[in-house]
């Protein structure tokens, strides 16, 4: 496998497709930036996907090209985690609609030689997922031992689980959600109104020139409130005052926790595009898994073979635990080989990108006992 | 292996091999990992305890966190060959649902509890005049998880109101399995395997 140049760090691929959209768009050709660790052994039966959220992307495990930070799941991915480059072969696939090299309104349009800007096709999580079957197809990888993923990438692993439950044999769902509720589609429009609010956002066709970072800024720190609980928020800002003795009695920010949410979206314009997240926020908000089915959820499971495990952080009140519950009671239904824990933490939604060895150790037992079977 | 409780060990040995089995109230995996390891079981679990729940999944068993008494209706008729409930029906708030979603779930069930018709609570209560504490059931009357104690007798005219026939019975003073004759004045344990007519 050593010199199968289709494996390994960096990866740039375009592929004919087409992937047939759910808003009947035929979208060809599909370009892909993905990175993969670890080696494919000779039955092809160690490969781990694992999806990323909302604003992740593929270097799951090796440095950000555009930060230098270290990949976003160091803590979950690498040799002695549970997912381990020694044992599996991982891949990790920037999703369609995204910014780091995938086809997303960023990508250059073959037919106008011009990015697609609004052109670009409205996707959906199942959209990102066919996306990836079809790179997984060209790495001749069948057979996925598990797919793994937090928040929207937990989104993704239960449409792989229920679109391809043939390729699936487990599927790791960390705080995530089955449907978006009215209150996740809310904060989005606020986040997607901010960002067509600002002038430079032009519909859309702002390449080339001054990007609507002020609005992209905006949607990031409404959105950074909803990865945070209150509790965590109170704990590491109070009302404490940033470098300063007393209020300004201006709209500076006085206050430390304006300060910290403003540096969240000023840095994440550096390396966001904003027709990305209006896209991908899009996606999320459309994602229903059970509406194909009557709005019966154990019916996209029946007869599944796929083995799930669910994990939900008690702080978490934008994937709350009920929702884990909800998949949990449908698999139930199905009669499908499921675990599910709720494991507590201060630190809400973001508590799966943190330290947590209870989710490692939960994450550990279930990959290796998949591996026994 | 940690050798198995008494009264599990009774449900380890009876449960047929290859069954499909719902442990419910499943503590930290063990009964399943037995049935596992020892018939081949389809084991699923629950368990309202997440640490517990944790150190379950860690052994690869497929276990769900939820409780007996609100988590039950989601699972369909006869989709286990045996549920199974052991020495938790005296913690549910509503045994008498639990049982019922038991043996609506499980074609057959298996449930164990402690007697309280035990002699020796009879005369901690007779004669102390306080709620027993004794081996078994070491809690005080505050801090129990026991909040509907039953007796063996109790138990078996439920099953006859409920019409809910009984396929097996095993009683126990300690380690020791003891034969039916005043089984409510002298177990301590009892363990059954019911069906629904």
């Given at each position: 496998?050593?010199?199968?140049?289709?494996?390994?760090?960096?990866?740039?691929?375009?592929?004919?497709?087409?992937?047939?959209?759910?808003?009947?768009?035929e979208?060809?050709?599909?370009?892909?930036a993905?990175?993969?660790?670890?080696?494919?052994?000779?039955?092809?039966?160690?490969?781990?996907?694992?999806?990323?959220?909302?604003?992740?992307?593929?270097?799951?495990?090796?440095?950000?090209?555009?930060?230098?930070?270290?990949?976003?799941?160091?803590?979950?991915?690498?040799?002695?985690?549970?997912?381990?480059?020694?044992?599996?072969?991982?891949?990790?696939?920037?999703?369609?609609?995204?910014?780091?090299?995938?086809?997303?309104?960023?990508?250059?349009?073959p037919?106008?030689?011009?990015?697609?800007?609004?052109?670009?096709?409205?996707?959906?999580?199942a959209?990102?997922v066919?996306?990836?079957?079809?790179?997984?197809?060209?790495?001749?990888?069948?057979?996925?031992?598990?797919?793994?993923?937090?928040?929207?990438?937990?989104?993704?692993?239960?449409?792989?689980?229920?679109?391809?439950?043939?390729?699936?044999?487990?599927?790791?769902?960390?705080?995530?959600?089955?449907?978006?509720?009215?209150?996740?589609?809310?904060?989005?429009?606020?986040?997607?109104?901010a960002?067509m609010?600002?002038?430079?956002?032009?519909?859309?066709?702002?390449?080339?020139?001054?990007?609507p970072?002020?609005?992209?800024?905006?949607?990031?720190?409404?959105?950074?409130?909803?990865?945070?609980?209150?509790?965590?928020?109170?704990?590491?800002?109070?009302?404490?005052?940033?470098?300063?003795?007393?209020?300004?009695?201006?709209?500076?920010?006085?206050?430390?926790?304006?300060?910290?949410?403003?540096?969240?979206?000023?840095?994440?314009?550096?390396?966001?595009?904003?027709?990305?997240?209006?896209?991908?926020?899009?996606?999320?908000?459309?994602?229903?898994?059970?509406?194909?089915?009557?709005?019966?959820?154990?019916?996209?499971?029946?007869?599944?073979?796929?083995?799930?495990?669910?994990?939900?952080?008690?702080?978490?009140?934008?994937?709350?635990?009920?929702?884990?519950?909800?998949?949990?009671?449908?698999?139930?239904?199905?009669?499908?080989?499921?675990?599910?824990?709720?494991?507590?933490?201060?630190?809400?939604?973001?508590?799966?990108?943190?330290?947590?060895?209870?989710?490692?150790?939960?994450?550990?037992?279930?990959?290796?006992?998949?591996?026994?079977? | 292996?940690?050798a198995?409780?008494?009264?599990?060990?009774?449900?380890?040995?009876?449960?047929?091999?290859?069954?499909?089995?719902?442990?419910?109230?499943?503590?930290?995996?063990?009964?399943?990992?037995?049935?596992?390891?020892?018939?081949?079981?389809?084991?699923?679990?629950?368990?309202?305890?997440?640490?517990?729940?944790?150190?379950?999944?860690?052994r690869?068993?497929?276990?769900?966190?939820?409780?007996?008494?609100?988590?039950?209706?989601?699972?369909?008729?006869?989709?286990?060959?045996?549920?199974?409930?052991?020495?938790?029906?005296?913690?549910?708030?509503?045994?008498?649902?639990?049982?019922?979603?038991?043996?609506?779930?499980?074609?057959?069930?298996?449930?164990?509890?402690?007697?309280?018709?035990?002699?020796?609570?009879?005369?901690?209560?007779?004669?102390?005049?306080?709620?027993?504490?004794?081996?078994?059931?070491?809690?005080?009357?505050?801090?129990?998880?026991?909040?509907?104690?039953?007796?063996?007798?109790?138990?078996?005219?439920?099953?006859?109101?409920?019409?809910?026939?009984?396929?097996?019975?095993?009683?126990?003073?300690?380690?020791?399995?003891?034969?039916?004759?005043?089984?409510?004045?002298?177990?301590?344990?009892a363990?059954?395997?019911?069906?629904?007519?």
């Open positions: 496998m050593h010199e199968d140049t289709r494996f390994g760090l960096d990866k740039k691929t375009q592929l004919l497709g087409p992937v047939q959209l759910d808003s009947g768009v979208f060809a050709p599909v370009e892909f993905y990175e993969t660790y670890g080696e494919l052994n000779a039955d092809k039966s160690n490969a781990i996907l694992i999806c990323h959220a909302l604003t992740g992307d593929q270097y799951v495990a090796s440095n950000h090209p555009v930060t230098g930070k270290a990949g976003w799941w160091t803590r979950m991915v690498g040799p002695g985690k549970p997912i381990d480059p020694t044992r599996h072969c991982i891949i990790s696939i920037n999703v369609m609609g995204s910014c780091m090299g995938s086809s997303g309104p960023a990508s250059i349009d037919t106008t030689g011009a990015p697609y800007a609004m052109a670009f096709p409205v996707i959906t999580i959209d990102m066919r996306a990836q079957a079809l790179l997984l197809n060209h790495l001749g990888i069948d057979i996925l031992e598990a797919v793994v993923g937090g928040s929207m990438g937990g989104m993704q692993a239960l449409s792989w689980a229920a679109l391809y439950p043939d390729r699936v044999r487990s599927a790791v769902i960390i705080a995530s959600t089955a449907r978006h509720s009215a209150q996740n589609i809310a904060f989005h429009e606020v986040g997607r109104q960002i609010a600002d002038p430079s956002w032009n519909n859309g066709a702002y390449y080339g020139h001054e990007a970072t002020a609005g992209l800024a905006v949607a990031r720190m409404a959105a950074h409130i909803t990865y945070l609980s209150e509790a965590g928020l109170t704990e590491k800002f109070g009302r404490r005052l940033q470098n300063r003795d007393a209020k300004s009695f201006g709209f500076d920010a006085d206050f430390q926790v304006e300060s910290y949410l403003r540096h969240q979206g000023l840095s994440f314009v550096d390396r966001f595009d904003a027709n990305s997240y209006l896209y991908i926020t899009r996606a999320m908000d459309y994602f229903d898994l059970a509406e194909p089915h009557d709005g019966v959820l154990a019916k996209t499971f029946a007869g599944t073979k796929t083995r799930f495990c669910l994990i939900s952080f008690d702080s978490d009140w934008l994937y709350p635990t009920a929702e884990s519950r909800r998949i949990v009671h449908a698999l139930n239904a199905a009669g499908a080989a499921a675990s599910f824990v709720e494991l507590s933490s201060p630190f809400g939604h973001d508590a799966f990108l943190l330290e947590a060895p209870e989710m490692n150790r939960i994450v550990d037992g279930f990959l290796r006992a998949g591996e026994s079977r | 292996m940690t198995l409780r008494p009264d599990l060990a009774i449900i380890a040995r009876e449960v047929s091999a290859h069954a499909r089995i719902l442990d419910v109230g499943c503590g930290d995996g063990l009964l399943m990992a037995a049935l596992r390891d020892t018939k081949d079981a389809d084991a699923r679990g629950m368990e309202l305890d997440a640490r517990d729940v944790a150190t379950a999944v860690a690869g068993l497929s276990v769900v966190q939820g409780d007996a008494d609100t988590d039950l209706a989601d699972y369909p008729d006869g989709s286990f060959d045996y549920a199974i409930l052991s020495q938790t029906l005296q913690t549910t708030k509503r045994p008498d649902l639990v049982l019922d979603h038991l043996v609506r779930i499980g074609r057959q069930a298996f449930v164990s509890f402690p007697n309280f018709a035990q002699w020796r609570i009879r005369f901690a209560h007779m004669f102390g005049g306080r709620m027993p504490v004794t081996e078994q059931l070491p809690h005080r009357w505050y801090d129990t998880p026991n909040i509907h104690h039953v007796t063996i007798d109790d138990f078996r005219s439920f099953l006859d109101e409920r019409n809910i026939r009984i396929e097996g019975q095993w009683f126990l003073s300690g380690d020791k399995p003891r034969d039916e004759r005043l089984a409510n004045l002298l177990a301590e344990h363990v059954f395997l019911l069906r629904r007519d």
